[in-house]
Nanobody, 125 residues
């Protein structure tokens, strides 16, 4: 699976952005999809995940209630709507595809099947 993330940018605190991740190469609906982020000097961390059907979304506590993950299997795309952004949300955001949903429970960043290139989100105070 090839993943291409887009939608990052510079936004003021309290603002919104929507990230998109377009997938190609394999059957998109076979994969659980997720978003991770990595702030400067920090380790990559789990942000959100979504089931293969799109019926269930999962969130890190730090973004719960502010971010919404969705997917359009017909468009082979996963989205991350980010509202009420905070300066601490500043990071490079990566989309990921995996055959297991275990990354939601464990937050693992190792052994993820496919990673996209990141898109930078900068939130100014």
């Amino acid at each position: 699976v090839q993943l291409q993330a887009s939608g990052g940018g510079l936004v003021q605190a309290g603002g919104s952005l929507r990230l998109s991740c377009a997938a190609s190469g394999r059957t998109f609906s076979n994969y659980y999809m997720g978003w991770f982020r990595q702030a400067p000097g920090e380790e990559r961390e789990f942000v959100s995940g979504i089931s293969r059907s799109g019926g269930s979304g999962y969130y890190a506590d730090s973004v719960k209630g502010r971010f919404t993950i969705s997917r359009g299997n017909a468009k082979n795309t996963v989205y991350l709507q980010m509202n009420s952004l905070k300066p601490e949300d500043t990071a490079v955001y990566y989309c990921a595809a995996d055959s297991s949903l275990s990354f939601v429970e464990t937050g693992r960043v190792n052994d993820i099947d496919y990673w996209g290139k990141g898109t930078l989100v900068t939130v100014s105070s």
